[in-house]
């Protein structure tokens, strides 16, 4: 069974608000942005092992960009980079951020839910930090699916979420809460969150059209390497 609950900064609990992600994240995106500026450790890992074991990079997938930090990390690393985000103001982000830095990213609006691309488009994706706001366990499924839809054959995505396993929560079971974002001046902003519980993130992931190569826990997110399902050619 799961919670739906609320958690502010003084860790109170309320009804979750109203206002859908993509608004959340056009009205905090500069702010945001300004709070992200450096790859996570197991994005950069995934990147570099990938590398490693292909040779090269070839055409790469950030899922849920943001402001473009794991896409920069892909294009430094030598990969042609598709940057996707429902937020337009993240994206305004990600593309000042390319030419201030100097990386190439094709950034495109779109939903999670809904991947807007053909079938065996890219050797990488990058997944994180953006399944856990999608607000039904269907479509989680079936957004994981789309990322084994997309995965050309051999290659390979690294997807996280938030876990109980953070050490703000205490749960032992999923749930879905708000996580509000304080914005300069104290304002906050709820965004909708579904905190995964390890044996639920598994079980979503055997659930989908993914092969799951590897699943961890770390720094409180679940994380998953994964493949293409075997496709009857």
Known sequence: MTADRRIDG????????????????????????????????????????????????????????????????????????????????????ARQRAAERGFEVDLVHGDAARLPFGDDRFSQVVYVATLHHLPTRDARQQSLSAVGRVLAPGGRGLVSAWSTAHDRFDATEGFDTTVDWTLPGGKQVGR????????????????????VVDCRL?????????SPPDRVL
């Open 10 to 93: 003084d860790g109170e609990t309320a009804e979750p608000p109203a206002e859908d992600l993509q608004a959340v994240y056009d009205r905090i995106a500069d702010h945001f942005a300004k709070t992200r500026e450096y790859a996570w450790p197991e994005v950069a890992s995934f990147i570099s092992d990938e590398a490693d074991r292909c040779g090269s990079l070839d055409r790469a997938l950030d899922f849920g960009c943001g402001n473009g930090r794991h896409a920069q990390a892909l294009a430094e690393a030598g990969a042609d980079v598709v940057g996707l985000d429902v937020s337009r103001g993240l994206l305004a982000e």
């Open 192 to 211: 909708y969150y579904h905190i995964y519980d390890p044996e639920e993130f598994r079980a979503d992931l055997a659930a989908s059209d993914v092969e």
């Open 218 to 226: 770390s720094s409180g997110n679940c994380y998953a390497v994964v």
